[in-house]
């Protein structure tokens, strides 16, 4: 008797994009006083994300699966989704607020 | 022994019947006012030039000697300018001064002559009364002619024997008559010591008119000719000459120690100041008879002599010394007794008294420079138990140095008013003092200026400005006339400071700016700067700085920072002043940083004060203000939301596109690896039961299935019928779904009516489907497909069909066929009946024990039993 392989999103991808993310808050903190560091911290945000939102595509396409299992990544997903989103927001208003401001500079 | 007791016995009366009226010919009579003799000076620029003194004394001891001098004071002279000599000589040794040293030689003549006392050095003797008796005696002597070339031969031997080789030398010649041999000789040989810059002292004892013999050898006067053996006049005034006349024993021992009065001022390069004489009565201990001088700052040794009437002091006299209140002298120490003391401390001053005769005792007054309570008032007396009617001449002389002191440096700058100070030992100022301030050219020492100094509390102040006459280079040196003793002026020492340069006149710092007209503007919270042309004056100086907003707007608060060679100093902190370098030029930046951005309608004007001032001028500070105008400017909101939006929008839509983009590739139709199918024709007549034309479905097993192929976004069933994946644009949120589509109707376990096209979920593990390939009112041609992954699901297919089939309305299945599809006027044959086609009936239901064709359908869960879930190939890869 065989057993059951459960399907699931892969660990992986979870994880690497949790790193990313904590990269990138870590470039806003400027810990390592790099210079542009907002651009560089949407990047890496912006990486987390994409991987964040192929994570739970992976997911909804799994999810169809008689064998799918569902874990604790795939709420926390969720939430990190609002997250994201709302740290994107963040680092938006940021770096837009810089771009208006070069702008605003520009224009004397 | 009693240096009295010897030459008590032995005076002269005539002496001292004469001496009140010769005393006007003696220098002891002169006066502070009195310019200084010749001589005086050129000893006393030998001494402080040489340092080295060489004194011979030539002391007639002929047989005249015997009533001139009756009390034998020539040796009593010699002795104490001999020991006067000593005591100066080792009291430089011991001070702060130059040393001066000092030989010194005896010899007598008369019709002979000897060596009496050898070149003794004076720095290292010890001689006293008692060892220089038998030298005193010799020179005491009285016998034979005078006759000075023996003399001169013994004295150019002594000279040709010096010990010091390039010292002063002084020969004090003492004489009381006309010389027995020839004059112009004689003359002869004083013109050679002459020509050797030899000092010439005679003392002539007795006679006043016999004084030209010596006057005229020694060159002091060419008024004579005088005659004897041969004749002789002087050729020249020598001015190193000095003939002393001593009409008795008294006035010779005056002449000898006028000479020793000359070289301490000379050795200790003072001022001799003679104060007017004085004579006062010898009176008893309870009455008052006081002489009394006035001592003022700058007087550092006072020499009082005392001449005492006969019979002079017969050892019943007692000096009394008041000096000063404030030495606070106790009264026992203020008596002296008759025969003197050698030294004595009174408070801040060292006293000694000698007596060198009966007549002539000598008191000697060491002030301390440094100090002030001796100044003041001084009062001798002399008393006695029975003064006998006695007097006593007192002459005093004040031998004086008052050395002020003033910088060594003073910065001069023209138009720049300096005031020196002028401070003096003890911090005391030299009574009715007459101060000026020379401003003195170095290069040929002429005045430029003459200053007045006033009075401070401790000196004199004299300021000045010098102005553009004054050349590049001057000195400044004091000029003090003052009082040591009353009602004598004696110039102090000139105190120099060193050649001072004369700055140019001030130059203040000159600020230009800003350099730029235009309205700068506070660009958020950027940084705005104004840049100002500094030029330093030709002084270091300090620059203070401070900005007053004049704009009552809402404009933030600034910090305000200075840019000054590269250091940044914030303006209203400790960071201020700026220390500026002379000559400097710079450019100085104001920069100012906002504490926050802000958006404003108005200009803001500020006004910056830059305070020079120098502070080795004055604390003046020079101001000079200046306005700046500037706009605080912000970035508008919806500029910022533009980007902002525009920026996130970006940031959604790529996880939005790399999400889709994602799905496409990889999303797909789930489905174990290895799925089998299988399709069954079959035909469904009037009956209405499905019969399979081939292998009946409800028989066959999952092992009789087939391989299916498979792909990720579409499978194909059958020749019309496919499942395919259904993208979703935004695949993360979306459920997946999958759809069966067909060309023709067909009823799958998802709908039970005939469809072209049904959305599934796209896990096709198990499926099956209904397709009806042709239907007419008598019979429906279609196939039955069935879809799994194992032989459970196979199995429950099986039901899943069976029950499914009972819920179909064959006849609606028909019409829906017509009225859609018209069965694409495609006829078909009912394989295995032979029946027309056309025939239109009713599917019934399939049923288990339903009859048909082949063998009924197995009852549900019959056959092998079903595979537990999950049994079978494992799932493709995610997506």
Aim: net charge negative.
């Amino acid at each position: 008797m065989s057993k059951t392989k459960l399907v699931k999103p892969p660990i992986y991808l979870f994880i690497t994009h949790l790193v990313f993310f904590g990269l990138s808050v870590l470039l806003l903190l400027d810990i390592v006083g790099l210079q542009n560091y907002l651009f560089i911290s949407l990047s890496f945000h912006l990486i987390a994300f994409c991987l964040l939102l192929i994570f739970l595509t992976v997911d909804k396409t799994l999810s169809k699966s008689r064998n799918y299992s569902s874990n604790l990544t795939i709420p926390l997903s969720k939430i990190l989704l609002a997250v994201y989103i709302f740290f994107g927001a963040y680092l938006s208003w940021e770096i837009g607020y810089e771009m208006a401001y070069d702008e605003f500079l520009n224009s004397f | 022994m009693n240096f009295l007791t010897v030459f008590k016995k032995k005076y002269l009366l005539i002496f001292f019947l004469l001496s009140f009226s010769i005393t006007s010919v003696l220098p002891i009579k002169s006066h502070a006012e009195e310019p200084q003799e010749q001589w005086e000076k050129d000893l006393t620029t030998c001494v402080n030039q040489k340092k080295e003194v060489s004194i011979h004394i030539s002391v007639d001891t002929s047989q005249s000697t015997a009533s001139t001098d009756p009390n034998n004071l020539r040796g009593a002279s010699a002795y104490a300018l001999t020991i006067g000599l000593q005591k100066i000589t080792q009291d430089l040794l011991q001070s702060e001064y130059e040393n001066i040293g000092m030989e010194i030689s005896w010899s007598n003549f008369s019709n002979t002559s000897i060596i009496v006392l050898p070149w003794t050095d004076l720095t290292k003797s010890s001689l006293t009364l008692s060892n220089l008796q038998d030298e005193i005696n010799l020179v005491n002597k009285n016998d034979a002619g005078t006759e000075y070339l023996t003399a001169l031969n013994t004295i150019n031997e002594m000279f040709n024997t010096k010990k010091f080789n390039n010292s002063c030398e002084i020969l004090i010649f003492m004489s009381d008559g006309e010389p027995y041999d020839s004059f112009p000789q004689i003359g002869s040989e004083f013109e050679n010591l002459r020509s050797k810059g030899m000092f010439l002292f005679g003392v002539h004892l007795g006679n006043k008119d016999d004084i030209v013999y010596l006057q005229t050898f020694l060159g002091e006067s060419t008024n004579y000719t005088i005659s004897g053996t041969g004749s002789y006049s002087s050729p020249s005034i020598y001015l190193k000459s000095k003939v002393f006349l001593a009409e008795n024993a008294t006035d010779l021992l005056n002449a000898f120690l006028n000479v020793l009065d000359q070289l301490r001022a000379a050795s200790y390069n003072q001022t001799k100041n003679v104060l007017p004489e004085e004579e006062t009565i010898i009176c008893t201990e309870s009455n008052e008879c006081s002489y009394e001088i006035s001592v003022g700052v700058g007087t550092q040794t006072a020499v009082v002599r005392m001449t005492i009437s006969n019979p002079g002091n017969i050892g019943d006299i007692n000096l009394w010394i008041e000096p000063p209140p404030a030495l606070n002298i106790s009264n026992n120490l203020i008596s002296i007794p008759p025969d003197g003391v050698k030294s004595t401390q009174f408070g801040d001053t060292q006293i000694g008294v000698e007596w060198y005769s009966d007549e002539l005792g000598e008191i000697t007054i060491k002030f301390d420079p440094d100090k002030n309570s001796w100044v003041g008032s001084w009062k001798f007396s002399l008393k006695s138990n029975s003064p006998q009617n006695r007097n006593v001449t007192w002459n005093t002389k004040l031998f004086t140095k008052l050395i002020p002191k003033i910088p060594n440096s003073v910065p001069l700058r023209i138009g720049q008013e300096q005031c020196i100070d002028i401070s003096y030992p003890g911090e005391i100022l030299p009574p009715n003092a007459e101060v000026k301030l020379l401003v003195v050219d170095p290069s040929d020492g002429t005045i430029l200026k003459s200053i007045n100094a006033s009075e401070i509390p401790r000196g004199h102040r004299a300021c000045l400005t010098p102005d553009e006459t004054f050349p590049y280079k001057v000195k400044l040196q004091t000029e003090i006339l003052y009082e040591p003793s009353k009602g004598n002026k004696e110039f102090a020492d000139v105190a120099t400071t060193d050649v001072i340069e004369v700055l140019e006149a001030p130059i203040y710092n000159n600020i230009i700016g800003p350099l730029s007209d235009d309205k700068q503007i506070f660009k958020g919270n950027q940084n705005v700067e104004f840049e100002f042309e500094f030029q330093a004056g030709n002084i270091d100086s300090i620059l203070n700085i401070d900005i007053n907003q004049l704009s009552t707007n809402l404009s933030p608060t600034v910090n305000w920072y200075i840019e000054y060679k590269g250091d940044i100093y914030q303006l209203g902190t400790e960071d201020f002043p700026i220390k500026v370098i002379a000559n400097d030029n710079e450019v100085i930046k104001l920069i100012g940083d906002p504490f926050e951005a802000r958006n404003l309608d108005t200009d803001t004007f500020y006004e910056i004060n830059f305070k020079s001032s120098i502070p080795s001028i004055s604390a003046a500070e020079e101001v000079k203000t200046f306005q700046i105008n500037s706009r605080f400017l912000d970035v508008p909101f919806n500029t910022v939301l533009k980007y902002v939006l525009i920026i996130f929008l970006l940031f959604l839509l790529s996880g939005l596109l790399v999400s889709n983009v994602y799905s496409r590739i990889n999303s797909g139709l789930v489905f174990d690896k290895n799925l089998r199918f299988k399709s069954y024709p079959f035909r469904i007549l009037d009956n209405l039961n499905i019969d399979f034309i081939s292998d009946n479905f409800y028989e066959d097993s999952f092992d009789n299935t087939r391989i299916l192929s498979t792909g990720n976004k579409r499978v194909s069933l059958s020749g019309s019928t496919s499942v395919q994946f259904n993208q979703k644009l935004i695949p993360f949120i979306q459920e997946s779904t999958a759809s069966i589509v067909s060309k023709t109707l067909f009823i799958s376990g998802f709908n039970k009516s005939p469809e072209q096209k049904m959305q599934i979920n796209p896990d096709i593990n198990n499926l099956w489907v209904f397709e009806i390939e042709s239907s007419n009112e008598e019979s429906v041609l279609g196939n039955l497909i069935v879809v799994s992954n194992n032989e459970q699901t196979f199995n429950t297919i099986k039901d899943n069909v069976a029950t499914s089939i009972r819920l179909i309305n064959f006849q609606d299945l028909v019409v829906s066929t017509k009225t859609k599809k018209e069965l694409k006027k495609k006829d078909f044959t009912i394989k295995g009946t032979g029946k027309e086609k056309g025939e239109v009936k009713t599917i019934e239901p399939p049923s288990t024990t339903s009859p048909g064709s082949g063998t009924p359908p197995p009852p549900p869960g019959s056959g092998t039993p079903p595979p537990p879930p999950g049994s079978g190939t494992p799932p493709p890869p995610p997506g």
